[in-house]
């Protein structure tokens, strides 16, 4: 990033964290008025567009990104995040495990990247990676969110239950968490019940 534009930058992010997101595109078009060049531009307004769920939009500026900086470990994981919001897990999972060994151990791109895997039959090892990026940063609660549905689906409610009442602890208005609690707890009690009736069924 050229000095020149820290200012600029910064203001953008402050932009994008206000949720002013087509203001922080605006001002990272100025730096590309300066240096068309600018990889992390493009990348800010790639993230900016997926905020807003312009996908097309968003591919277009990242995809920019890339052929300035085909390793650019950030342009990858914002286009493996898009490619899973949007359910093509596939392609996601190309983005991230690139993304993944351009940046090893950054516990956002593995928490996508386990996600994805998840999702894409690697049950096991999307597992594995969400359980890394906990261990990297043991008080994210996008990550033990995401670990603690992979874990419900799985019907480990156990895990499940204690995953969601630890984001509920450092986040306790957190509605997808008690959301999330309480579908464990119902499914929990439903679970016992069929597996009741299955074990009487065989008597």
């Given at each position: ?28 078009e100025k730096i590309l008025m ?10 800010e307004i790639g993230d900016n ?111 499940a239950s204690t995953l969601f ?39």
């Amino acid at each position: 990033m050229k000095e020149d534009f820290s200012y600029l930058f910064g203001e953008a992010e402050q932009m994008k964290n206000d949720g002013n997101h087509m203001e922080a595109v605006k001002t990272c078009e100025k730096i590309l008025m300066e240096d068309l060049d600018c990889v992390e531009a493009y990348e800010e307004i790639g993230d900016n567009y997926l905020s807003l769920r312009e996908y097309e939009k968003a591919i277009k500026a990242l995809k920019k990104a890339l052929k300035l900086d085909a390793r650019s470990a950030n342009a990858n994981y914002l286009l493996g995040f898009l490619h899973s919001a949007t359910g093509d897990f596939a392609k996601s999972i190309k983005y991230l495990e690139f993304a993944d060994r351009c940046e090893p151990n950054h516990p956002e791109i593995l928490r996508c990247f386990g996600w994805s895997l998840y999702h894409n039959k690697q049950k096991e090892r999307g597992i594995i990676l969400l359980e890394r990026a906990i261990t990297l940063t043991p008080d994210d609660s996008l990550i033990l969110s995401d670990l603690g549905v992979c874990y419900l689906n799985n019907k480990n409610f156990d895990k499940a239950s204690t995953l969601f009442k630890k984001v509920l602890m450092i986040e306790p208005e957190n509605a997808k968490a008690k959301e999330c609690l309480n579908a464990v707890r119902f499914f929990k009690h439903e679970y016992k019940k069929l597996k009741k009736s299955a074990e009487q069924a065989e008597i």
